[in-house]
C-alpha cells in the first residue's frame, strides 16, 4: 500500500481504507470469506502494482449467495410495493454521486480507463441509469384480453395477464467496464422486483463490492444482492448451473457465451446473452471529414478499444481513404498514454499483461498476412500494460484480425470503391457478429438504406454506438440474445401470467 500511495499521492483516504480491507464476498447483506486458500491478487494496469486482495468463491459460495436471494425474493422484497422499489433506486443513484470521488478512484485503479472517462461513467452514466429505472417500478403492468375461456360470453369471464419479476437471476459481468456492467444487470432486476447474485469479473470486483454497500445503505433488504468473487471457471459455472437460479444475464466472450448456455441446461433457466462484437464503420465519399476522423477514432480507440461496441473495421470510400487514414493515425499517434489518475491522460493501459499480448499477437498475424501497419503496433516500453493505438491497412475479409474480435486499440481499414449498397452491407455484415455499427453520409436515402441493410442490434448515422438508458442495446447473429437498456431491458426479468375467471 505504501509504493501505491507513492505512485499516486493524491488518493482519497476512503479508497485506500477500501483497498486495505480483507475482500472477500457479499452474502445475505454481511461480508463472508469462503472459497480457495489462495486469493485473487487485483493489480493496477497502469503500474503492475497489486492494489488489493479478495476471496476466490466456489460452487458452496455461490450455493449460500443463491439460498439467501431466494428467501429474500419470497420474503421481505416481495412485500415492497412498485413505489417503494423505485425510491430505493433513485436512492442508490444519490449515493453514487455521493460517494463519486471514491468509485472513481477505484473504477481506474482496477481497470485503467483515464480520469474524464471514470468521471463520466461514474458521475453521469451510472447514477442515471438507475434513475431511468427507478421511473419503472410503477409502469410494469399487464393486461386486460378480449378472450372467451371455454365458450363463455362477454360479460361471463374475464382474462388478464399479469407481469411478475422471474425470480432469483445469476448475473456475470466483464472487466471492461467494470462499475456499468454490474449497473446494467442490477437496476432491472431490482427495478422488476427480482433478486441477484453477482459474479464481477475476478480482475476487477472493488466497484462491484463497493456497489453492494451502497445498495443495502438504500435500503435493499439483505440477501437482494449478493456478490461471489471468483473465477469464471468455478463461481460463474456453478452459478450458471445453479438449479436455484431462474435466469442468467451474462455480458462477456461468444466463446464464454455458448458454455453458459450449455451450463443453464440443467434446468432450462431463461439466458440472456450481450457477447462479442467486430462493428462496422462504413463511410461514404460525402461524408463530412471533420467528423469522421475524430468519430472513427474514438469508435476504436475509446476504452482502448477494450469493448464489445468498438468500432474495428473501418470500411472507407476510395475517394477519401488516404485523407481518413492519414487523419486517424495523427490522431492516434498524438495520445498521451498514461495512468489513468494522470488527468492528463488520454489512452489508458489494457487490463493485463494476457490481454496486451493476445493483442499483439493478433497485430503480428495481420502482418504476416500481409496488412500494412500504419502507425502504432507495439508495446512501449514501461510500467503497465499498455499498447499503441494501432492502424492497419490493405485488411482483407479473411485475415486474423478482421475476423476476430482482438478487443484492443486495433482498427482494420477496408477500401470500397463502388455505390453498390448491397455489396457494402455485404462486407459490413461478413461476420460472425451483429452488435453495433455506423454509417456516414450527408445522403439520407443513403443513411436510410444502409441502417436497414446493416446486421447489427445497433446501428448510427454520422456517430456511433450512441447510448441512451432508454435505448434499447443488443446483437444479432452470435453477439447475444436480447436487449439491454431501455423497456426492453425490463423483458429478461419477468414472465408473463395469464388469468381467467369466471362467476
Known amino acids: 500500500m505504501q509504493e501505491l500511495l507513492k505512485t499516486y499521492p493524491q488518493l482519497s483516504q476512503e479508497t485506500l481504507a477500501f483497498l486495505a480491507r480483507k475482500h472477500g464476498h457479499f452474502i ?31 460452487a458452496a459460495e455461490i450455493d449460500a449467495a443463491v439460498k439467501a436471494a431466494r428467501i429474500a425474493f419470497e420474503g421481505p422484497w416481495s412485500k415492497f410495493t412498485a413505489a417503494q422499489r423505485s425510491v430505493v433506486l433513485w436512492k442508490i443513484a444519490d ?16 481497470n485503467g480507463l483515464p480520469t474524464p472517462l471514470a468521471q463520466y461513467v461514474c458521475g453521469m452514466v451510472v447514477p442515471e441509469f438507475f434513475r431511468y429505472y427507478a421511473g419503472w417500478p410503477t409502469k410494469i403492468e399487464g393486461a386486460t384480453l378480449p378472450a372467451a375461456p371455454q365458450g363463455k360470453l362477454p360479460g361471463e369471464a374475464i382474462s388478464f395477464t399479469l ?16 462499475l456499468p456492467m454490474v449497473m446494467l444487470k442490477l437496476a432491472p432486476a431490482l427495478a422488476t422486483g427480482c433478486t441477484v447474485v453477482l459474479k464481477p469479473a475476478e480482475l476487477t470486483p472493488l466497484t462491484a463490492m463497493r456497489l453492494a454497500e451502497i445498495c443495502q445503505e438504500a435500503g435493499v433488504p439483505d440477501g437482494v444482492v449478493n456478490i461471489v468473487n471468483g473465477y469464471g471457471a468455478t463461481a460463474g459455472a456453478a452459478l450458471a448451473a445453479h438449479p436455484g437460479v431462474d435466469k442468467i444475464a451474462f455480458t462477456g466472450s461468444t466463446e464464454v457465451g455458448r458454455s453458459i448456455v450449455r451450463a443453464a441446461a440443467g434446468n432450462l433457466k431463461k439466458v440472456s446473452l450481450e457477447l462479442g462484437g467486430k462493428s462496422p464503420v462504413v463511410v461514404f465519399a460525402d461524408a463530412d471529414l471533420e467528423q469522421v476522423i475524430p468519430g472513427a477514432a474514438r469508435a476504436c480507440f475509446f476504452l482502448q478499444g477494450q469493448n464489445c461496441m468498438a468500432g474495428t ?28 489518475l494522470d488527468p492528463t491522460s488520454e489512452f489508458g493501459p489494457l487490463i493485463s499483461a494476457k490481454q496486451r499480448e493476445r493483442v499483439e499477437g493478433f497485430v503480428e498475424a495481420g502482418r504476416k498476412e500481409g496488412a500494412e501497419i500504419v502507425c502504432g503496433g507495439k508495446s512501449p516500453t514501461r510500467p503497465g500494460y499498455f499498447f499503441e493505438p494501432t492502424v492497419l491497412t490493405q485488411t482483407t475479409p479473411e485475415m486474423t484480425p478482421v475476423k476476430n474480435e482482438i478487443f484492443g486499440p486495433v482498427l482494420c481499414v477496408h477500401r470500397f470503391g463502388d455505390e453498390d449498397l448491397d455489396q457494402v452491407a455485404r462486407e459490413a455484415n461478413s461476420t460472425i457478429y451483429g452488435l453495433s455499427g455506423s454509417v ?27 447510448l441512451d438508458p432508454a435505448m434499447p442495446f443488443g446483437g444479432n447473429k452470435q453477439s447475444g440474445w436480447g436487449r439491454e437498456f431501455g423497456k426492453e431491458g425490463l423483458e429478461p426479468y419477468l414472465k408473463t401470467k395469464g388469468i381467467s375467471m369466471t362467476w
Open 95 to 110: 449515493l453514487i454521486q455521493a460517494n463519486f470521488q471514491q468509485l472513481c478512484e477505484l473504477e481506474i485503479l482496477d
Open 163 to 178: 407481469r411478475e419479476p422471474i425470480g432469483v437471476v445469476g448475473a456475470i459481468t466483464p472487466w471492461n467496464s467494470p
Open 28 to 58: 445475505n447483506g454481511r461480508v463472508e470469506h469462503g472459497g480457495s486458500d489462495e486469493p485473487i491478487d487485483i493489480h493496477d494496469p497502469a503500474t503492475g502494482l497489486r492494489i488489493a486482495q479478495c476471496s476466490a468463491g466456489g
Open 313 to 340: 473495421r473501418l470500411f472507407l470510400h476510395e475517394k477519401i481513404h488516404d485523407a481518413v487514414v492519414e487523419g486517424i493515425a495523427t490522431i492516434a499517434n498524438a495520445m498521451k498514454l498514461g495512468p489513468g
Open 440 to 466: 456516414w453520409t450527408r445522403d439520407l436515402g443513403i443513411a436510410m438504406q444502409m441502417v436497414r441493410k446493416i446486421d447489427s442490434g445497433q446501428v448510427s448515422v454520422n456517430m456511433h454506438a450512441a
